[in-house]
């Protein structure tokens, strides 16, 4: 099983798709976001990321990446238990995946934050997230339960695993020891 928590490549440079037998496990909300016609027929013309070279590449990425797996895609929504101890729940249209074993956790949150100064300020957007206010409100929810669960959490971008402690009206990121 492979669990996208965005629109990962799925080919190889040479196109040879990775993980030709396996489940592929993705967010239904993004899933259909790139199959749009409505987006499709937008990118390029600069209209959702401001510039049209940058919505080109994205769209030659996508074509190449998601259709090797097409047949292979389980899309889901919600909150779901994929695997004793593996939860996939939606986070502003990527998947974040929440994994326990006894009395250990780890919730793997993709992207949501790009840069720590994110914990301190949710409210920082780029010009990728096109649905800031959801985005937003998911920031704004997922220390809170990190933290209460007191679970270790991994965020791609930092690229270590840490928790997130209450700072006065903010979080801060409070990298794992090694």
């Given at each position: 099983?492979v669990?996208?928590?965005?629109?990962?490549?799925?080919?190889?440079?040479?196109?040879?798709?990775?993980?030709?037998?396996?489940?592929?496990?993705?967010?239904?909300?993004?899933?259909?976001?790139?199959?749009?016609?409505?987006?499709?027929?937008?990118?390029?013309?600069?209209?959702?990321?401001?510039?049209?070279?940058?919505?080109?590449?994205?769209?030659?990425?996508?074509?190449?990446?998601?259709?090797?797996?097409?047949?292979?895609?389980?899309?889901?929504?919600?909150?779901?238990?994929?695997?004793?101890?593996?939860?996939?729940?939606?986070?502003?249209?990527?998947?974040?995946?929440?994994?326990?074993?006894?009395?250990?956790?780890?919730?793997?949150?993709?992207?949501?934050?790009?840069?720590?100064?994110?914990?301190?300020?949710?409210?920082?957007?780029?010009?990728?997230?096109l649905?800031?206010?959801?985005?937003?409100?998911?920031?704004?929810?997922?220390?809170?339960?990190?933290?209460?669960?007191?679970?270790?959490?991994?965020?791609?971008?930092?690229?270590?695993a840490g928790?997130?402690?209450?700072?006065?009206?903010?979080?801060?990121?409070?990298?794992?020891?090694?």
């Open positions: 099983m669990i996208l928590s965005y629109a990962h490549p799925l080919v190889l440079d040479d196109g040879t798709p990775r993980f030709p037998k396996a489940r592929v496990v993705m967010s239904r909300v993004e899933y259909e976001f790139w199959s749009s016609p409505e987006l499709r027929a937008r990118l390029g013309s600069g209209s959702i990321y401001g510039r049209a070279e940058l919505e080109n590449l994205m769209a030659a990425w996508v074509d190449r990446c998601l259709p090797p797996a097409r047949e292979r895609h389980e899309r889901l929504s919600g909150e779901t238990e994929i695997a004793s101890g593996i939860t996939t729940f939606d986070a502003a249209g990527h998947i974040s995946v929440a994994i326990s074993s006894g009395a250990d956790s780890l919730l793997f949150a993709d992207d949501l934050l790009i840069v720590r100064e994110h914990a301190a300020d949710a409210d920082w957007t780029s010009m990728f997230d649905d800031p206010q959801t985005l937003v409100q998911t920031r704004r929810r997922l220390p809170d339960g990190a933290a209460a669960d007191r679970n270790l959490v991994f965020h791609y971008h930092f690229g270590e928790r997130f402690r209450r700072r006065g009206a903010h979080w801060e990121w409070e990298p794992r020891d090694p």
